[in-house]
């Protein structure tokens, strides 16, 4: 067996990402058995300045890998991430937050010059959309604050990664949550992947 056949990576990944990643994982030639993978709470991004932090614990307490891949984009945390991650050795998602790894950057692009006032939804922000939309900013409890966050938005987007017809409705239910028009645009999961398979396969 060669060195490259039995390295071990160690994959540090936002919990936003559980469905997403176990399924690019399960389709890598040799599955998921050179890769441990630990979750951080998706809540994080609600403090992204904690998620450099989080991280560093996480690697610190793992055993040791032949490498390092932190599934994160820079999420908010203000360039504070890649200072880490070149300490560490490690690599990352491409690109400042899930909305561009998971759409690709020219399709995301694409999406902000036409309508900057644009709030995203992924599979897993549809889903939580209550616990981290609603109640994560707290405007089940002070309503009157969706001006304050979302008064200069126009849409949501849903950047679906899978084909299940709920998320459709979901998306749309939360527009309407916050009184803005919706827009569903399924990007698949190929984005995504390629930037997983490159890091450890």
């Known amino acids: 067996m060669s060195e490259s056949s039995a390295a071990r990576t160690l994959v540090v990944a936002c919990g936003a990402l559980v469905r997403e990643l176990r399924t690019v994982l399960s389709q890598l030639p040799d599955g998921d ?4 993978v630990v979750y951080l709470p998706a809540n994080l991004h609600n403090r992204p300045a904690e998620i450099p932090a989080a991280v560093e614990r996480a690697v610190a307490a793992a055993v040791p890998h032949d490498r390092v891949f932190i599934a994160y ?3 908010g945390t203000g360039g504070l991430l890649d200072p880490l991650i070149s300490r560490l050795g490690a690599t990352r998602l491409p690109g ?3 909305y ?4 690709g950057a020219a399709t995301f692009a694409a999406l902000a010059d036409a309508e900057p006032g644009t709030f995203y939804l992924t599979d897993f922000l549809a889903r939580h959309f209550d616990a981290l939309v609603i109640q994560g900013l707290g405007l089940d409890r002070h309503p009157e604050l969706r001006d304050q966050y979302f008064g200069h938005y126009t849409r949501v987007v849903l950047l679906s990664q899978s084909d299940d017809p709920e998320l459709s409705d979901l998306g749309r239910a939360a527009a309407e949550r916050l009184g803005l028009a919706f827009e569903h645009v399924h990007v698949g999961l190929d984005p995504f992947a390629a930037a997983v398979r490159a890091a450890v396969a």
């Open 33 to 36: 058995d050179r890769v441990d």
């Open 73 to 75: 984009a820079d999420c």
């Open 96 to 98: 400042a937050h899930c």
């Open 100 to 103: 561009e790894f998971l759409a």
